[in-house]
């Protein structure tokens, strides 16, 4: 059975500036099938570093012959590549079962299969499992396919959804993420606003899924709202891997969020115990409330290398934090942004705007709250409600959405307008967010002439890509 996982030619968030990610999903998939299926031969497709436009994807799936196809469909305004990409896949070989799975499309299994004819199935939530069992079976037209659980597929023209999977219960016993599948090309992943273009980057899962439901997150609804974890050691373990084995020099913790408890200290000191020099950078996404309670963890952890932390602010309303669902308050914020620089980690402080009740004079507000914060690094964020959630249901029902152009579902387009405000106006207040915050010639000068390496790269790459006059082209 030939297995040919593709990961899609992509357009990266211009907010992040020049970044090229390792498509950790398919090679996370690929080393669980390469250790379950012994006869399966598998090649991973990374269109982007290798180079591969739409024409090369179909002379490389000519080439591989493969019996299935899959194609990583991580968020929603990834959809339209994954859709062409499993388009040429059928034009080559019909006979090929095409799959694909992630977040948008677990959540809209049965629109899609309606939709785009060159799916032939889609695996919904955690894929492992679930894909293995396809593997194994080999054929759509094999009658046991209705016996695999957590997938969706057509059959004539009926769709047919089958019972969900039960999720993995020790993710400790998971095989390493796939790196040696792109081993030719695993010094051209980076983060160059990060970490540099020199420094290899890679992604290390320490969890799955969160404790918490934000109603503007997609990530709850796909993890069926529960949260988790790899042990300490066995996440120092894939960290150690990465570096010794890959180069990985800029390491990102993929967990939605890092958590409360004493995982922090824990990881700090199985890391402490390993032979790691100290050119290791962590980056990690944290609660601001989380970050509070660990407050005495982290000087141990910038110690082992945790450089950088994205902390959710939102909004300087704890009202709007409230319909959020959050479970903080802006005293969180300021606390969690004060104590990271206190022990010298970066800030990194995402905001949203475009709520339906928000008003110029609301986002004015966001404005001022975020100078006064004064984080390292800001990004601002236009609300999106996505397929799957409640809060689309609810957009859809009363008419707000304007904009069905899923590639635009980024967070950096405005989709619907306020009660009070356009969707040009909310893309403009966008713009005048980044404006404010960056167009400050003290910020701006601190940034590059900063004394904190990270920072002085981060503005120095903003200002050569022009990152801000970017968001006035969108209006």
């Given at each position: 059975?030939k297995?040919?996982f593709i990961?899609?030619p992509?357009?990266f968030?211009?907010v992040?500036?020049?970044?090229l990610?390792?498509?950790?999903?398919?090679?996370?998939?690929?080393a669980?099938?390469?250790?379950?299926v012994k006869?399966?031969?598998?090649?991973?497709l990374?269109?982007?570093?290798?180079s591969?436009?739409?024409?090369?994807?179909?002379k490389?799936?000519?080439s591989?012959?493969p019996d299935?196809?899959?194609?990583s469909?991580?968020?929603t305004s990834?959809t339209?590549p994954?859709?062409r990409t499993?388009e040429?896949?059928k034009?080559v070989?019909?006979?090929i079962l095409?799959?694909t799975?992630?977040q948008h499309?677990?959540?809209?299994?049965?629109?899609s299969?309606?939709?785009?004819?060159e799916?032939?199935v889609?695996?919904r939530?955690?894929?492992e499992?679930t894909?293995t069992?396809?593997?194994?079976?080999g054929s759509?037209k094999n009658?046991?396919?209705?016996s695999?659980?957590g997938?969706?597929?057509?059959?004539?023209?009926?769709?047919i959804h089958?019972?969900?999977?039960p999720?993995?219960?020790?993710?400790d016993?998971?095989p390493y993420?796939?790196?040696?599948f792109?081993?030719?090309f695993v010094?051209?992943?980076?983060?160059?606003?990060?970490?540099?273009?020199?420094?290899?980057?890679a992604l290390v899962e320490g969890a799955?899924?969160?404790?918490?439901?934000?109603t503007?997150?997609t990530?709850?609804r796909?993890?069926?709202?529960?949260w988790?974890l790899?042990?300490p050691?066995r996440?120092a373990?894939?960290?150690?891997?990465?570096?010794?084995?890959?180069g990985s020099?800029?390491i990102?913790?993929?967990?939605d969020d890092f958590?409360?408890g004493d995982?922090?200290?824990k990881?700090a000191?199985?890391?402490?115990?390993r032979?790691i020099?100290d050119d290791l950078?962590?980056?990690?996404?944290w609660?601001c409330?989380?970050v509070?309670?660990?407050?005495?963890?982290?000087?141990k952890?910038?110690?082992?290398g945790?450089?950088?932390v994205m902390?959710?602010?939102?909004s300087?309303?704890?009202?709007t934090?409230?319909?959020?669902n959050?479970g903080i308050?802006?005293a969180?914020?300021s606390?969690a942004?004060?104590l990271l620089k206190?022990?010298?980690?970066?800030?990194?402080a995402?905001?949203?705007l475009?709520?339906?009740?928000?008003?110029?004079e609301s986002?004015?507000?966001?404005r001022e709250?975020a100078n006064?914060?004064?984080?390292?690094?800001?990004?601002?964020?236009v609300?999106?409600p996505?397929p799957?959630?409640?809060?689309?249901d609810e957009a859809?029902r009363?008419?707000?959405?304007e904009?069905y152009?899923l590639?635009?579902?980024d967070m950096a387009?405005?989709?619907?307008?306020?009660?009070?405000?356009?969707?040009?106006?909310?893309q403009?207040e966008?713009?005048?967010?980044y404006?404010?915050f960056?167009?400050s010639?003290r910020?701006r000068?601190?940034?590059?002439?900063s004394?904190?390496?990270?920072?002085?790269?981060?503005?120095?790459?903003?200002?050569?890509?022009g990152?801000?006059r970017?968001?006035?082209?969108?209006?």
């Open positions: 059975m297995v040919l990961e899609p992509r357009n968030w211009f992040m500036g020049d970044y990610p390792p498509p950790y999903g398919i090679i996370q998939l690929a669980y099938l390469e250790r379950e006869d399966a031969e598998i090649q991973v990374d269109c982007t570093v290798q591969v436009d739409w024409d090369g994807i179909e490389h799936i000519e591989f012959n299935i196809v899959a194609s469909g991580f968020a990834n339209y994954v859709i499993l040429i896949a034009k070989d019909p006979n095409t799959v799975g992630g499309f677990t959540v809209t299994a049965h629109e299969l309606e939709k785009y004819p799916i032939d889609i695996a939530g955690e894929g499992q894909l069992e396809l593997v194994k079976q759509r009658p046991s396919i209705q695999i659980k997938i969706s597929f057509k059959r004539g023209k009926e769709i089958n019972p969900n999977r999720l993995i219960k020790d993710l016993n998971l993420p796939g790196y040696h792109v081993k030719d010094h051209k992943y980076h983060f160059a606003a990060m970490a540099g273009r020199k420094a290899p980057y799955r899924g969160c404790s918490h439901r934000c503007f997150c990530q709850w796909h993890w069926e709202g529960s988790r790899k042990s050691d996440i373990d894939e960290i150690e891997f990465c570096y010794e084995n890959y020099r800029f990102w913790l993929t967990d958590g409360p995982r922090a200290s990881l000191d199985e890391l402490l115990a032979k020099g950078m962590l980056f990690l996404q609660r409330d989380d509070i309670r660990n407050e005495k963890a982290l000087a952890m910038r110690k082992v945790l450089y950088w902390v959710g602010v939102e300087p309303e704890d009202s934090l409230r319909s959020f959050k308050t802006t969180h914020a606390e942004v004060k206190k022990n010298g980690i970066f800030a990194h995402m905001f949203i475009g709520e339906r009740n928000d008003t110029a986002i004015q507000t966001l709250f006064e914060l004064d984080p390292d690094f800001a990004i601002f964020t609300y999106t996505f799957g959630l409640p809060t689309y859809k009363n008419g707000w959405i904009d152009n590639s635009n579902y387009h405005a989709i619907m307008p306020t009660e009070t405000l356009t969707r040009k106006e909310v403009e966008l713009y005048k967010c404006r404010s960056y167009g010639w910020r000068l601190g940034g590059i002439f004394t904190n390496k990270l920072k002085r790269t981060l503005y120095w790459h903003m200002m050569s890509k990152v801000v970017q968001f006035k082209e969108l209006f």
